[in-house]
């Protein structure tokens, strides 16, 4: 069971490294996900709570950006045997069909 909740906490950890920065004016900060808004208003993903803040008590909101996906680089085709460069293209024919 330990292990379980040790894997829990790396997930939360890893999980609020990854989130938006919103600083009030008052100078506190709060580390959560934007989740949209109005003209007043910013919502915001604390935990597992959604809170609304207005933006006149808002001095900054920072987002981070998406972490890099991973890119599987696609291997090259298969050639088929004997059909790799000047070789493999055909010879030209003239009007009858021959060489």
């Known amino acids: 069971m330990r292990f ?3 894997i829990l906490a790396l997930a939360c950890a890893a999980t609020a490294c990854l989130a ?7 100078g506190h900060v709060v580390q959560g996900t ?9 919502k915001f993903q604390v935990d597992d709570a959604i809170k ?7 001095a900054t909101l920072q987002f981070t950006p998406p ?3 991973a890119s599987v680089p696609v291997p090259p085709r298969p050639q ?4 790799t460069g000047a070789a493999a293209q055909k ?3 003239d ?3 021959r060489i």
């Not at 938006?20 to 008052?26: F, I, S």
């Not at 934007?34 to 910013?42: E, F, N, S, W």
């Open 91 to 93: 010879a030209p024919r």
């Open 20 to 26: 938006d920065t919103l600083t009030l004016r008052d």
């Open 80 to 83: 088929p045997a004997g059909a």
């Open 4 to 6: 379980g909740t040790a």
């Open 52 to 58: 609304t803040y207005d933006v006149t008590d808002v």
């Open 34 to 42: 934007y989740m949209g808004g109005t003209a007043r208003t910013i």
């Open 95 to 97: 009007s009858r069909g």
């Open 67 to 69: 972490a890099p996906s």
